[in-house]
């Protein structure tokens, strides 16, 4: 049975960082790509980061680019998202999902993902 949980989001003020964790069980997550998505209140859902198997490329969406990034730890099956230099405009909940494909396809930020985590909160403010 394929399951993400995401955790670790929180509040920070402009300029600092957090770091979020997508568990990942029934499937081994550095086999396959892993997308991050977020949603605020009253904005459609924006894809953040797609992470690819080693057999493709990872894709971050423009507007975090220079900013997040992301790393795998594969005894614990996770995949983490750092976010650094984080603004207003961030605050969102943030998802992780994945079809189980081995890369991220051009269409990355629009698919209807099969599998999808809980959704963590991210509030930057002063």
């Known amino acids: 049975q394929v399951q993400l949980v995401e955790s670790g989001g929180g509040s920070v003020q402009p300029g600092g960082s957090l770091r979020l964790s997508c568990a990942a069980s029934g499937f081994i997550s550095d086999y396959y790509a892993i997308a991050w998505f977020r949603q605020a209140p009253g904005k459609e859902r924006e894809g953040v980061l797609c992470i690819s198997s080693s057999v493709g490329n990872s894709v971050y969406g423009d507007s975090v680019k220079g900013r997040f990034t992301f790393s795998r730890d594969n005894a614990k099956n996770t995949v983490y998202l750092q976010m650094n230099n984080l603004k207003p405009e961030d605050t969102a909940v943030y998802y992780c999902?994945?079809?189980?494909?081995?890369?991220?396809?051009?269409?990355?930020?629009?698919?209807?993902?099969?599998?999808w985590g809980q959704g963590t909160q991210v509030t930057v403010s002063s």
């Open positions: 999902a994945t079809d189980l494909l081995l890369i991220c396809l051009e269409d990355w930020g629009r698919r209807p993902y099969r599998y």
